[in-house]
Each structure stands twice: as C-alpha cells, then as structure tokens.
C-alpha cells in the first residue's frame, strides 16, 4: 500500500524522519513525508528536505511549549487546517495516511487529534496515529531500578531531555482526544524499550529504528518496483479490515532472522544465482520468525488474547518462503489471538538477506495503558 506520514512535535518529526530512513529503494511504500512542529531548531534536526518541514505557532511557541497541554489545544484547534494547506500536495495519493506523535508531549498532544479531525474530513482514506507512549522516568523523580515493573528505571540526572511531569497525563489525555477520531491508534511504549539507565535521550534513535521497521514490515508489504509477485498479496484494504476504523488500539511485533542467499559462485559479485533451500531449513526459519514476533517483545505490550483481530505478513527471499510454513504460521496466530479473524500473505524481497515476520494484533488491552491512566489520575503531591 501506499502512505502518507506526518510528523507532529518532536517526538512526531523524529519518527517520520527514521520511517523516511529505511524505506528501501526497490520497494517504495511512501508518497510523502511532512513534519510539523512549533520548535524551528527540532525541524532542522531532521534530514527531511526543507519543502517539507512546517513551522508554525509562532512568536510565542517557539522552542516548544514545555509540556503545557493547555497551551498546546487552543494552538492545535487554530493551526490544523492551515497546516494542511501547508503540506506540499492538497490531495494525496496514498491508501492511507499515517500522523505520527509523541504523546507525552503538549505540541503534538495538541495538535494531533485536531489535525486527524481534519484529515478525517478532507479525505476519503483511513488516518492512522502512530504515538509513543513516555517512559516512567519521564514523569517519575522515584522510578527504581529493581527491573520488577513500572517505574524500574532510574532517571537519569546527566540525560539531555528535562523531566516532564505532565507527561502521563498528556498522555491519557491525548488518547482520549483520538478516541473515535483516528481510525485506528498504534501505540509503541518507550518504557518497554528503554534499557536499565538509558537515557531516553541515547535510546531515541534506536527505538525510532526499530519502530520504522515494523511500520515498513507491514505497511510495503505490497509495494514492489521489481518484479516479484506475492502469492498471497497485502493490501490496503486487508490492513482497514484488520486495524479497522474505530480507534482500536494496536500494536506491531517483529522478528527477522538472516538466511543464505546464494550470492556470487566465483565470490566477485558476478553471476548470483539463486541459493538451493532446504525445505526442513525454510520452514523452521518461518516458523521461528513468527513465533518471536508474536511472542516477543511487542511495540505495546499485552497478551495476544486479547486481540480482536491479527494479520501476519512474512517476507524474505523468494526461494525461502514456504507455502505450508506461512499458512501453518497463519493458523499458528489464529491460535495465539483464541480464534478472532486473522488474514496472512507473503512479501517477497529477492534483495533481502533474511527472512523476516510482520504481526499486527487490533483491538488490544494493555496493562501498561491502565497503568499511565492509574498515574494521570493520581492527586498531585502538597
């Protein structure tokens, strides 16, 4: 399918700019990618061309808002239109458009739900969130470092990024504001991908990374410029029917694992030909990429059960996907979502050196969810 990203805030433009990152070449998934943010110095930070960065707010917003959400939702309401005709085409051409937001934050906390009440009005195609949820140490002056659960990392006193206090409840906030406004809220917690005392400063890049390859993994399965043909081919219209259009939440697991691809005979480059795959080999390739991304670490984490919907997408070389193996990993996420409808298909990628699996799981509840709700909700220290 074809998509339309666009960054809000900090956290917003960041990510964009790591999903404009790793679209390969060969297999071109993105029609445009806007980033939008009160803070000129943040927009430079990124790679994405000057034509396509959007400042606005100004005089008073300049350099953020600092985490006041009350500032930010008045400056949201005003902009969101005129940050449309900003953008460098009126009418897309993508399947679907994709807003990108760091929740915890008040520039795209306040902007986002406006700009996809907007979106939603314009266009007749399905507009996605993409939000990051803040890490404990965010908001938490006594998060521990017992690695036993909410609030196991300590904060970091020589970190770059300040502390934000409002940050949980922005969050909360924001996910309300979404709520029956974005067609679907695919959420990736920072918390579960930090390591023990990273500063989330130093794990940034990193966690934009890995979340701009789980967005490819699913969103280009079906996009090719060379030629190979998917026997069972992804959709737009396969990933509406699985993520839906009621807000559900959503999260992304992964998991690639590098194979044999023939290569050169002579060890120069020259006259690849295709590698002779073992079926045995093939299979339990597939099946261990799908059994890690369904139980492995997940964007949002949560049990699998609770999922309403799934799909899995499995893509490598050609030659290594087996027919059997991805319609028996098909059945095998049937079983780990209890039953609830799941579609599958395959993404051929005849330059890729692994092979890898895409799981989408809709309509899920995640603890960490009630657990920000929980901290939003606490009365403030006297």
């Not at 993409?130 to 890490?135: E, S």
């Not at 069972?232 to 992964?254: E, F, H, K, M, P």
């Amino acid at each position: 399918m074809q998509l339309e990203v666009l960054g809000v805030g900090g956290a917003g433009c960041r990510i964009a700019d790591a999903i404009r990152a790793a679209e390969p070449a060969e297999h071109s998934f993105l029609t445009d990618v806007t980033v939008f943010d009160t803070d000129e110095a943040a927009l430079n930070r990124t790679v994405i061309p000057e034509s396509h960065c959007v400042q606005y707010g100004l005089p008073d917003s300049d350099g953020g808002l600092e985490g006041d959400l009350k500032r930010g939702l008045p400056l949201g309401r005003e902009h969101a239109d005129d940050l449309l005709e900003r953008r460098d085409r009126d009418i897309p051409t993508a399947d679907a458009i994709l807003v990108a937001v760091g929740l915890g934050g008040a520039t795209g906390g306040g902007t986002a739900p406006a700009l996809v009440a907007a979106l939603q009005q314009r266009y007749d195609v399905p507009v996605y969130v993409l939000a990051t949820l803040p890490a404990d140490r965010e908001f938490d002056a006594t998060a521990d470092t017992s690695g036993s659960g909410p609030g196991r990392h300590t904060r970091d006193p020589t970190a770059e990024t300040p502390p934000r206090p409002n940050a949980a409840t922005n969050a909360v906030a924001t996910l309300e504001r979404l709520d029956g406004v974005a067609s679907a809220i695919i959420c990736f917690d920072n918390e579960a991908w930090l390591h023990p005392v990273e500063s989330l400063a130093d794990a940034r890049d990193r966690c934009n990374r890995e979340l701009a390859t789980r967005v490819e993994a699913v969103f280009a399965a079906g996009e090719r410029s060379d030629g190979a043909v998917a026997q069972t081919v992804i959709d737009a219209s396969d990933v509406r029917r699985i993520v839906g259009d009621q807000s559900a939440i959503v999260t992304l697991g992964y998991d690639d694992l590098t194979v044999e691809t023939g290569g050169s005979r002579f060890g120069l480059g020259l006259f690849s030909s295709p590698p002779d795959v073992e079926t045995s080999e093939a299979v339990s390739a597939i099946e261990t990429v799908i059994r890690k991304g369904i139980r492995g670490k997940l964007t949002l984490e949560c049990d699998p059960e609770t999922a309403a919907r799934g799909l899995l997408i499995v893509g490598g070389p050609p030659a290594w996907l087996n027919r059997q193996a991805i319609a028996e990993g098909r059945q095998t996420l049937e079983s780990a979502l209890d039953g609830a409808g799941v579609l599958g298909g395959d993404a051929p990628r005849p330059d890729g050196e692994s092979v890898f699996a895409g799981v989408v799981l809709a309509g899920v509840e995640s603890d960490r969810l009630a657990a920000l709700r929980a901290v939003a909700e606490r009365p403030p220290e006297p």
